[in-house]
């Protein structure tokens, strides 16, 4: 029986989605307007001003661009702190160049792939930045990829050079071993790196400062963000190569970026919102703070030794660290002018402690990898009402239809379609359909909107039609469950059911010394119960230790268990 043929991959997808010409206008006007306001790029002398223009003329307006401009402006300041120690501008700049020329040395020559599979830290932030310089086409693959998936990938992409982690190595297959040239990125145990296997610093200490090495116009490299996915090959999704960077006028109208900040950035960088942020730390030349893998005492301690302004995270980072904050009786932690998320959503009762821990600060960021941000909360009015997912800003267009494709008028909920100006170009495999209407992405979410404020309901598939026919989403169980101090942790997802079709399952992680007699699965359904309906109380109430996360902060449904683990 012959295998299924399957597409050669492209890096140019020809496809038809994003919004009308108009609102690229109007966006690009209100982005003007922005930038006026907040003075956030730094201008200079009219020689500085060439020598950036220069500088971008050879290596774009992404992150060699943007490093290469900081690092000659400020050489000094502090530019990255990670597990590896502390680099300023400078030393990263002179470190990014060398691993370009370096790569060029071990075969990565213009028009190559490369793909990263690595943790937050020089090895995710360096390869992005010297993609540039050298030419060569980006994949960042998801940390939660299965051997077979990363073999898939890169055979697929034709990828020839993998870095990875070290602590990822012993999940590659035999075939990646033999096929791609493997260079370790974060080196945890030296005594014990595979022999023969190149290290990232090993290629930057090989490499050259040298820039004449390089290519003169360097083709203009692709950035792929491979999507999670517990089975398949995961998607690739190919960013567009804008024109204009008006994409981020919402991000500054609504949050108060400004120049030299010192960022704690725990949003994976492997994901489109952790390399934005990233993108913008370099646009400011921001200090970046980051850690591999996320530790509540430690994000603390960094805060407060780097004098923190900002904390760019995902949704189960900071709901561990607010947990963190209660167990240690910590009531405030002052200083920072921001803290923003995205991925999954922190219930109403969540953003409410964030704002009581930190200050009326907290920032919703609502998108995908294929979009960017549709939908930003500025503070104050997340403050006002905890139930908001965002503003739509100019350049972003959001209808909301029903099951029949047809718009639903505000304040009804629907599915959610969307478009941006600065949306994905396509998928690497042309093969996968691109759900479209009027031009706009389904984005697989329901909701509704209030003029320009739009509330995200849950995942589409989310709704829940119980016994009593009424509709149902998990979020409002969780946001009820989470507000009992008994209860640590709560995820909450329909099931079939052979009697009435669906029914709600719950998922609960007791807090620390909470026993099974304390809170029941009884108890559990009262609280729902009294403080819903008996519409809303879960058929199946499981109590856990743990719940399986992507490192967005998404629960793996797949990996749950069928029953009680505590």
Not at 157 to 166: G, S
Not at 558 to 566: K, N, Q, R
């Amino acid at each position: 029986m012959k295998g299924k043929i399957m597409p050669r991959y492209t890096l140019h997808p020809d496809t038809q989605h994003g919004v009308p010409r108009k609102e690229v206008l109007r966006q690009f006007l209100y982005f003007l307007n922005v930038i006026r306001k907040n003075n956030i790029f730094e201008l200079g002398s009219a020689q500085e001003v060439k020598a950036d223009f220069e500088t971008i003329r050879r290596f774009g307006t992404l992150e060699s661009g943007a490093l290469a401009n900081t690092a000659r402006r400020h050489p000094e300041r502090l530019g990255l702190v990670d597990d590896d120690g502390e680099l300023t501008y400078g030393e990263c700049f002179e470190q990014v160049t060398r691993l370009a020329t370096g790569l060029h040395e071990v075969g990565v020559v213009d028009g190559s792939n490369v793909a990263v599979m690595a943790l937050n830290g020089r090895a995710a932030i360096f390869p992005l930045c010297a993609r540039q310089m050298a030419g060569y086409h980006i994949f960042m693959i998801n940390a939660n990829s299965s051997g077979p998936q990363i073999e898939r990938v890169l055979e697929f992409h034709e990828v020839k050079t993998l870095i990875v982690d070290q602590c990822f190595y012993e999940r590659l297959t035999e075939t990646t071993k033999k096929t791609c040239e493997i260079i370790i990125g974060h080196v945890d145990d030296r005594d014990s790196l595979p022999e023969g296997v190149l290290t990232m610093q090993g290629v930057i200490e090989a490499g050259s400062t040298n820039l004449s090495l390089l290519p003169e116009k360097p083709t203009k490299s692709q950035h792929v963000v491979m999507t999670s996915g517990t089975t398949g090959m995961p998607k690739g999704v190919v960013r567009r190569q804008l024109k204009s960077p008006q994409g981020i006028g919402p991000v500054l109208d609504a949050i108060p970026w400004r120049r030299d900040m010192s960022v704690l950035l725990t949003g994976v960088l492997f994901h489109f919102y952790g390399w934005g942020n990233m993108l913008l730390c370099l646009f400011t030349g921001s200090t970046i703070i980051t850690q591999r893998n996320f530790d509540s005492a430690k994000a603390l301690e960094q805060v407060e030794r780097y004098d923190a302004d900002a904390w760019i995270s995902s949704a189960s980072r900071i709901r561990g660290l607010i947990g963190y904050l209660d167990r240690n009786g910590v009531d405030r932690v002052p200083g920072l002018e921001f803290v923003t998320s995205s991925g999954s959503p922190l219930t109403p009762y969540e953003v409410q402690k964030v704002n009581q821990k930190f200050g009326p600060i907290f920032h919703n960021c609502y998108g995908s990898t294929e979009t960017s941000g549709l939908a930003i909360s500025a503070a104050e009015d997340l403050a006002a009402d905890p139930t908001l997912t965002g503003t739509i800003h100019p350049g972003s267009v959001i209808e909301i239809r029903n099951d029949e494709g047809q718009l639903v008028p505000d304040g009804e909920v629907g599915e959610i379609f969307a478009g941006a100006y600065d949306m994905f170009a396509g998928y690497t495999d042309p093969s996968i359909e691109i759900k479209t209407q009027n031009g706009l992405l389904r984005m697989g979410d329901r909701g509704y909107k209030k003029g320009n404020k739009l509330y995200v309901g849950g995942r589409a598939d989310d709704l829940v039609i119980t016994q009593y026919g009424e509709k149902i989403f998990p979020s409002e169980l969780e946001d009820l469950l989470i507000r009992d101090t008994r209860i640590a942790e709560v995820h909450v997802h329909g099931v079939q059911d052979p009697d009435f079709g669906q029914a709600l399952r719950a998922y609960i992680i007791r807090e620390d010394g909470v026993t099974a007699e304390d809170l029941a699965e009884d108890e559990v359904r009262r609280l729902v119960r009294e403080g819903l309906s008996d519409a809303h109380t879960p058929r199946d109430v499981f109590f856990v230790v743990d719940l399986p996360r992507n490192p967005m902060g998404k629960v793996i449904r797949p990996e749950l268990p069928g029953e009680s683990t505590a």
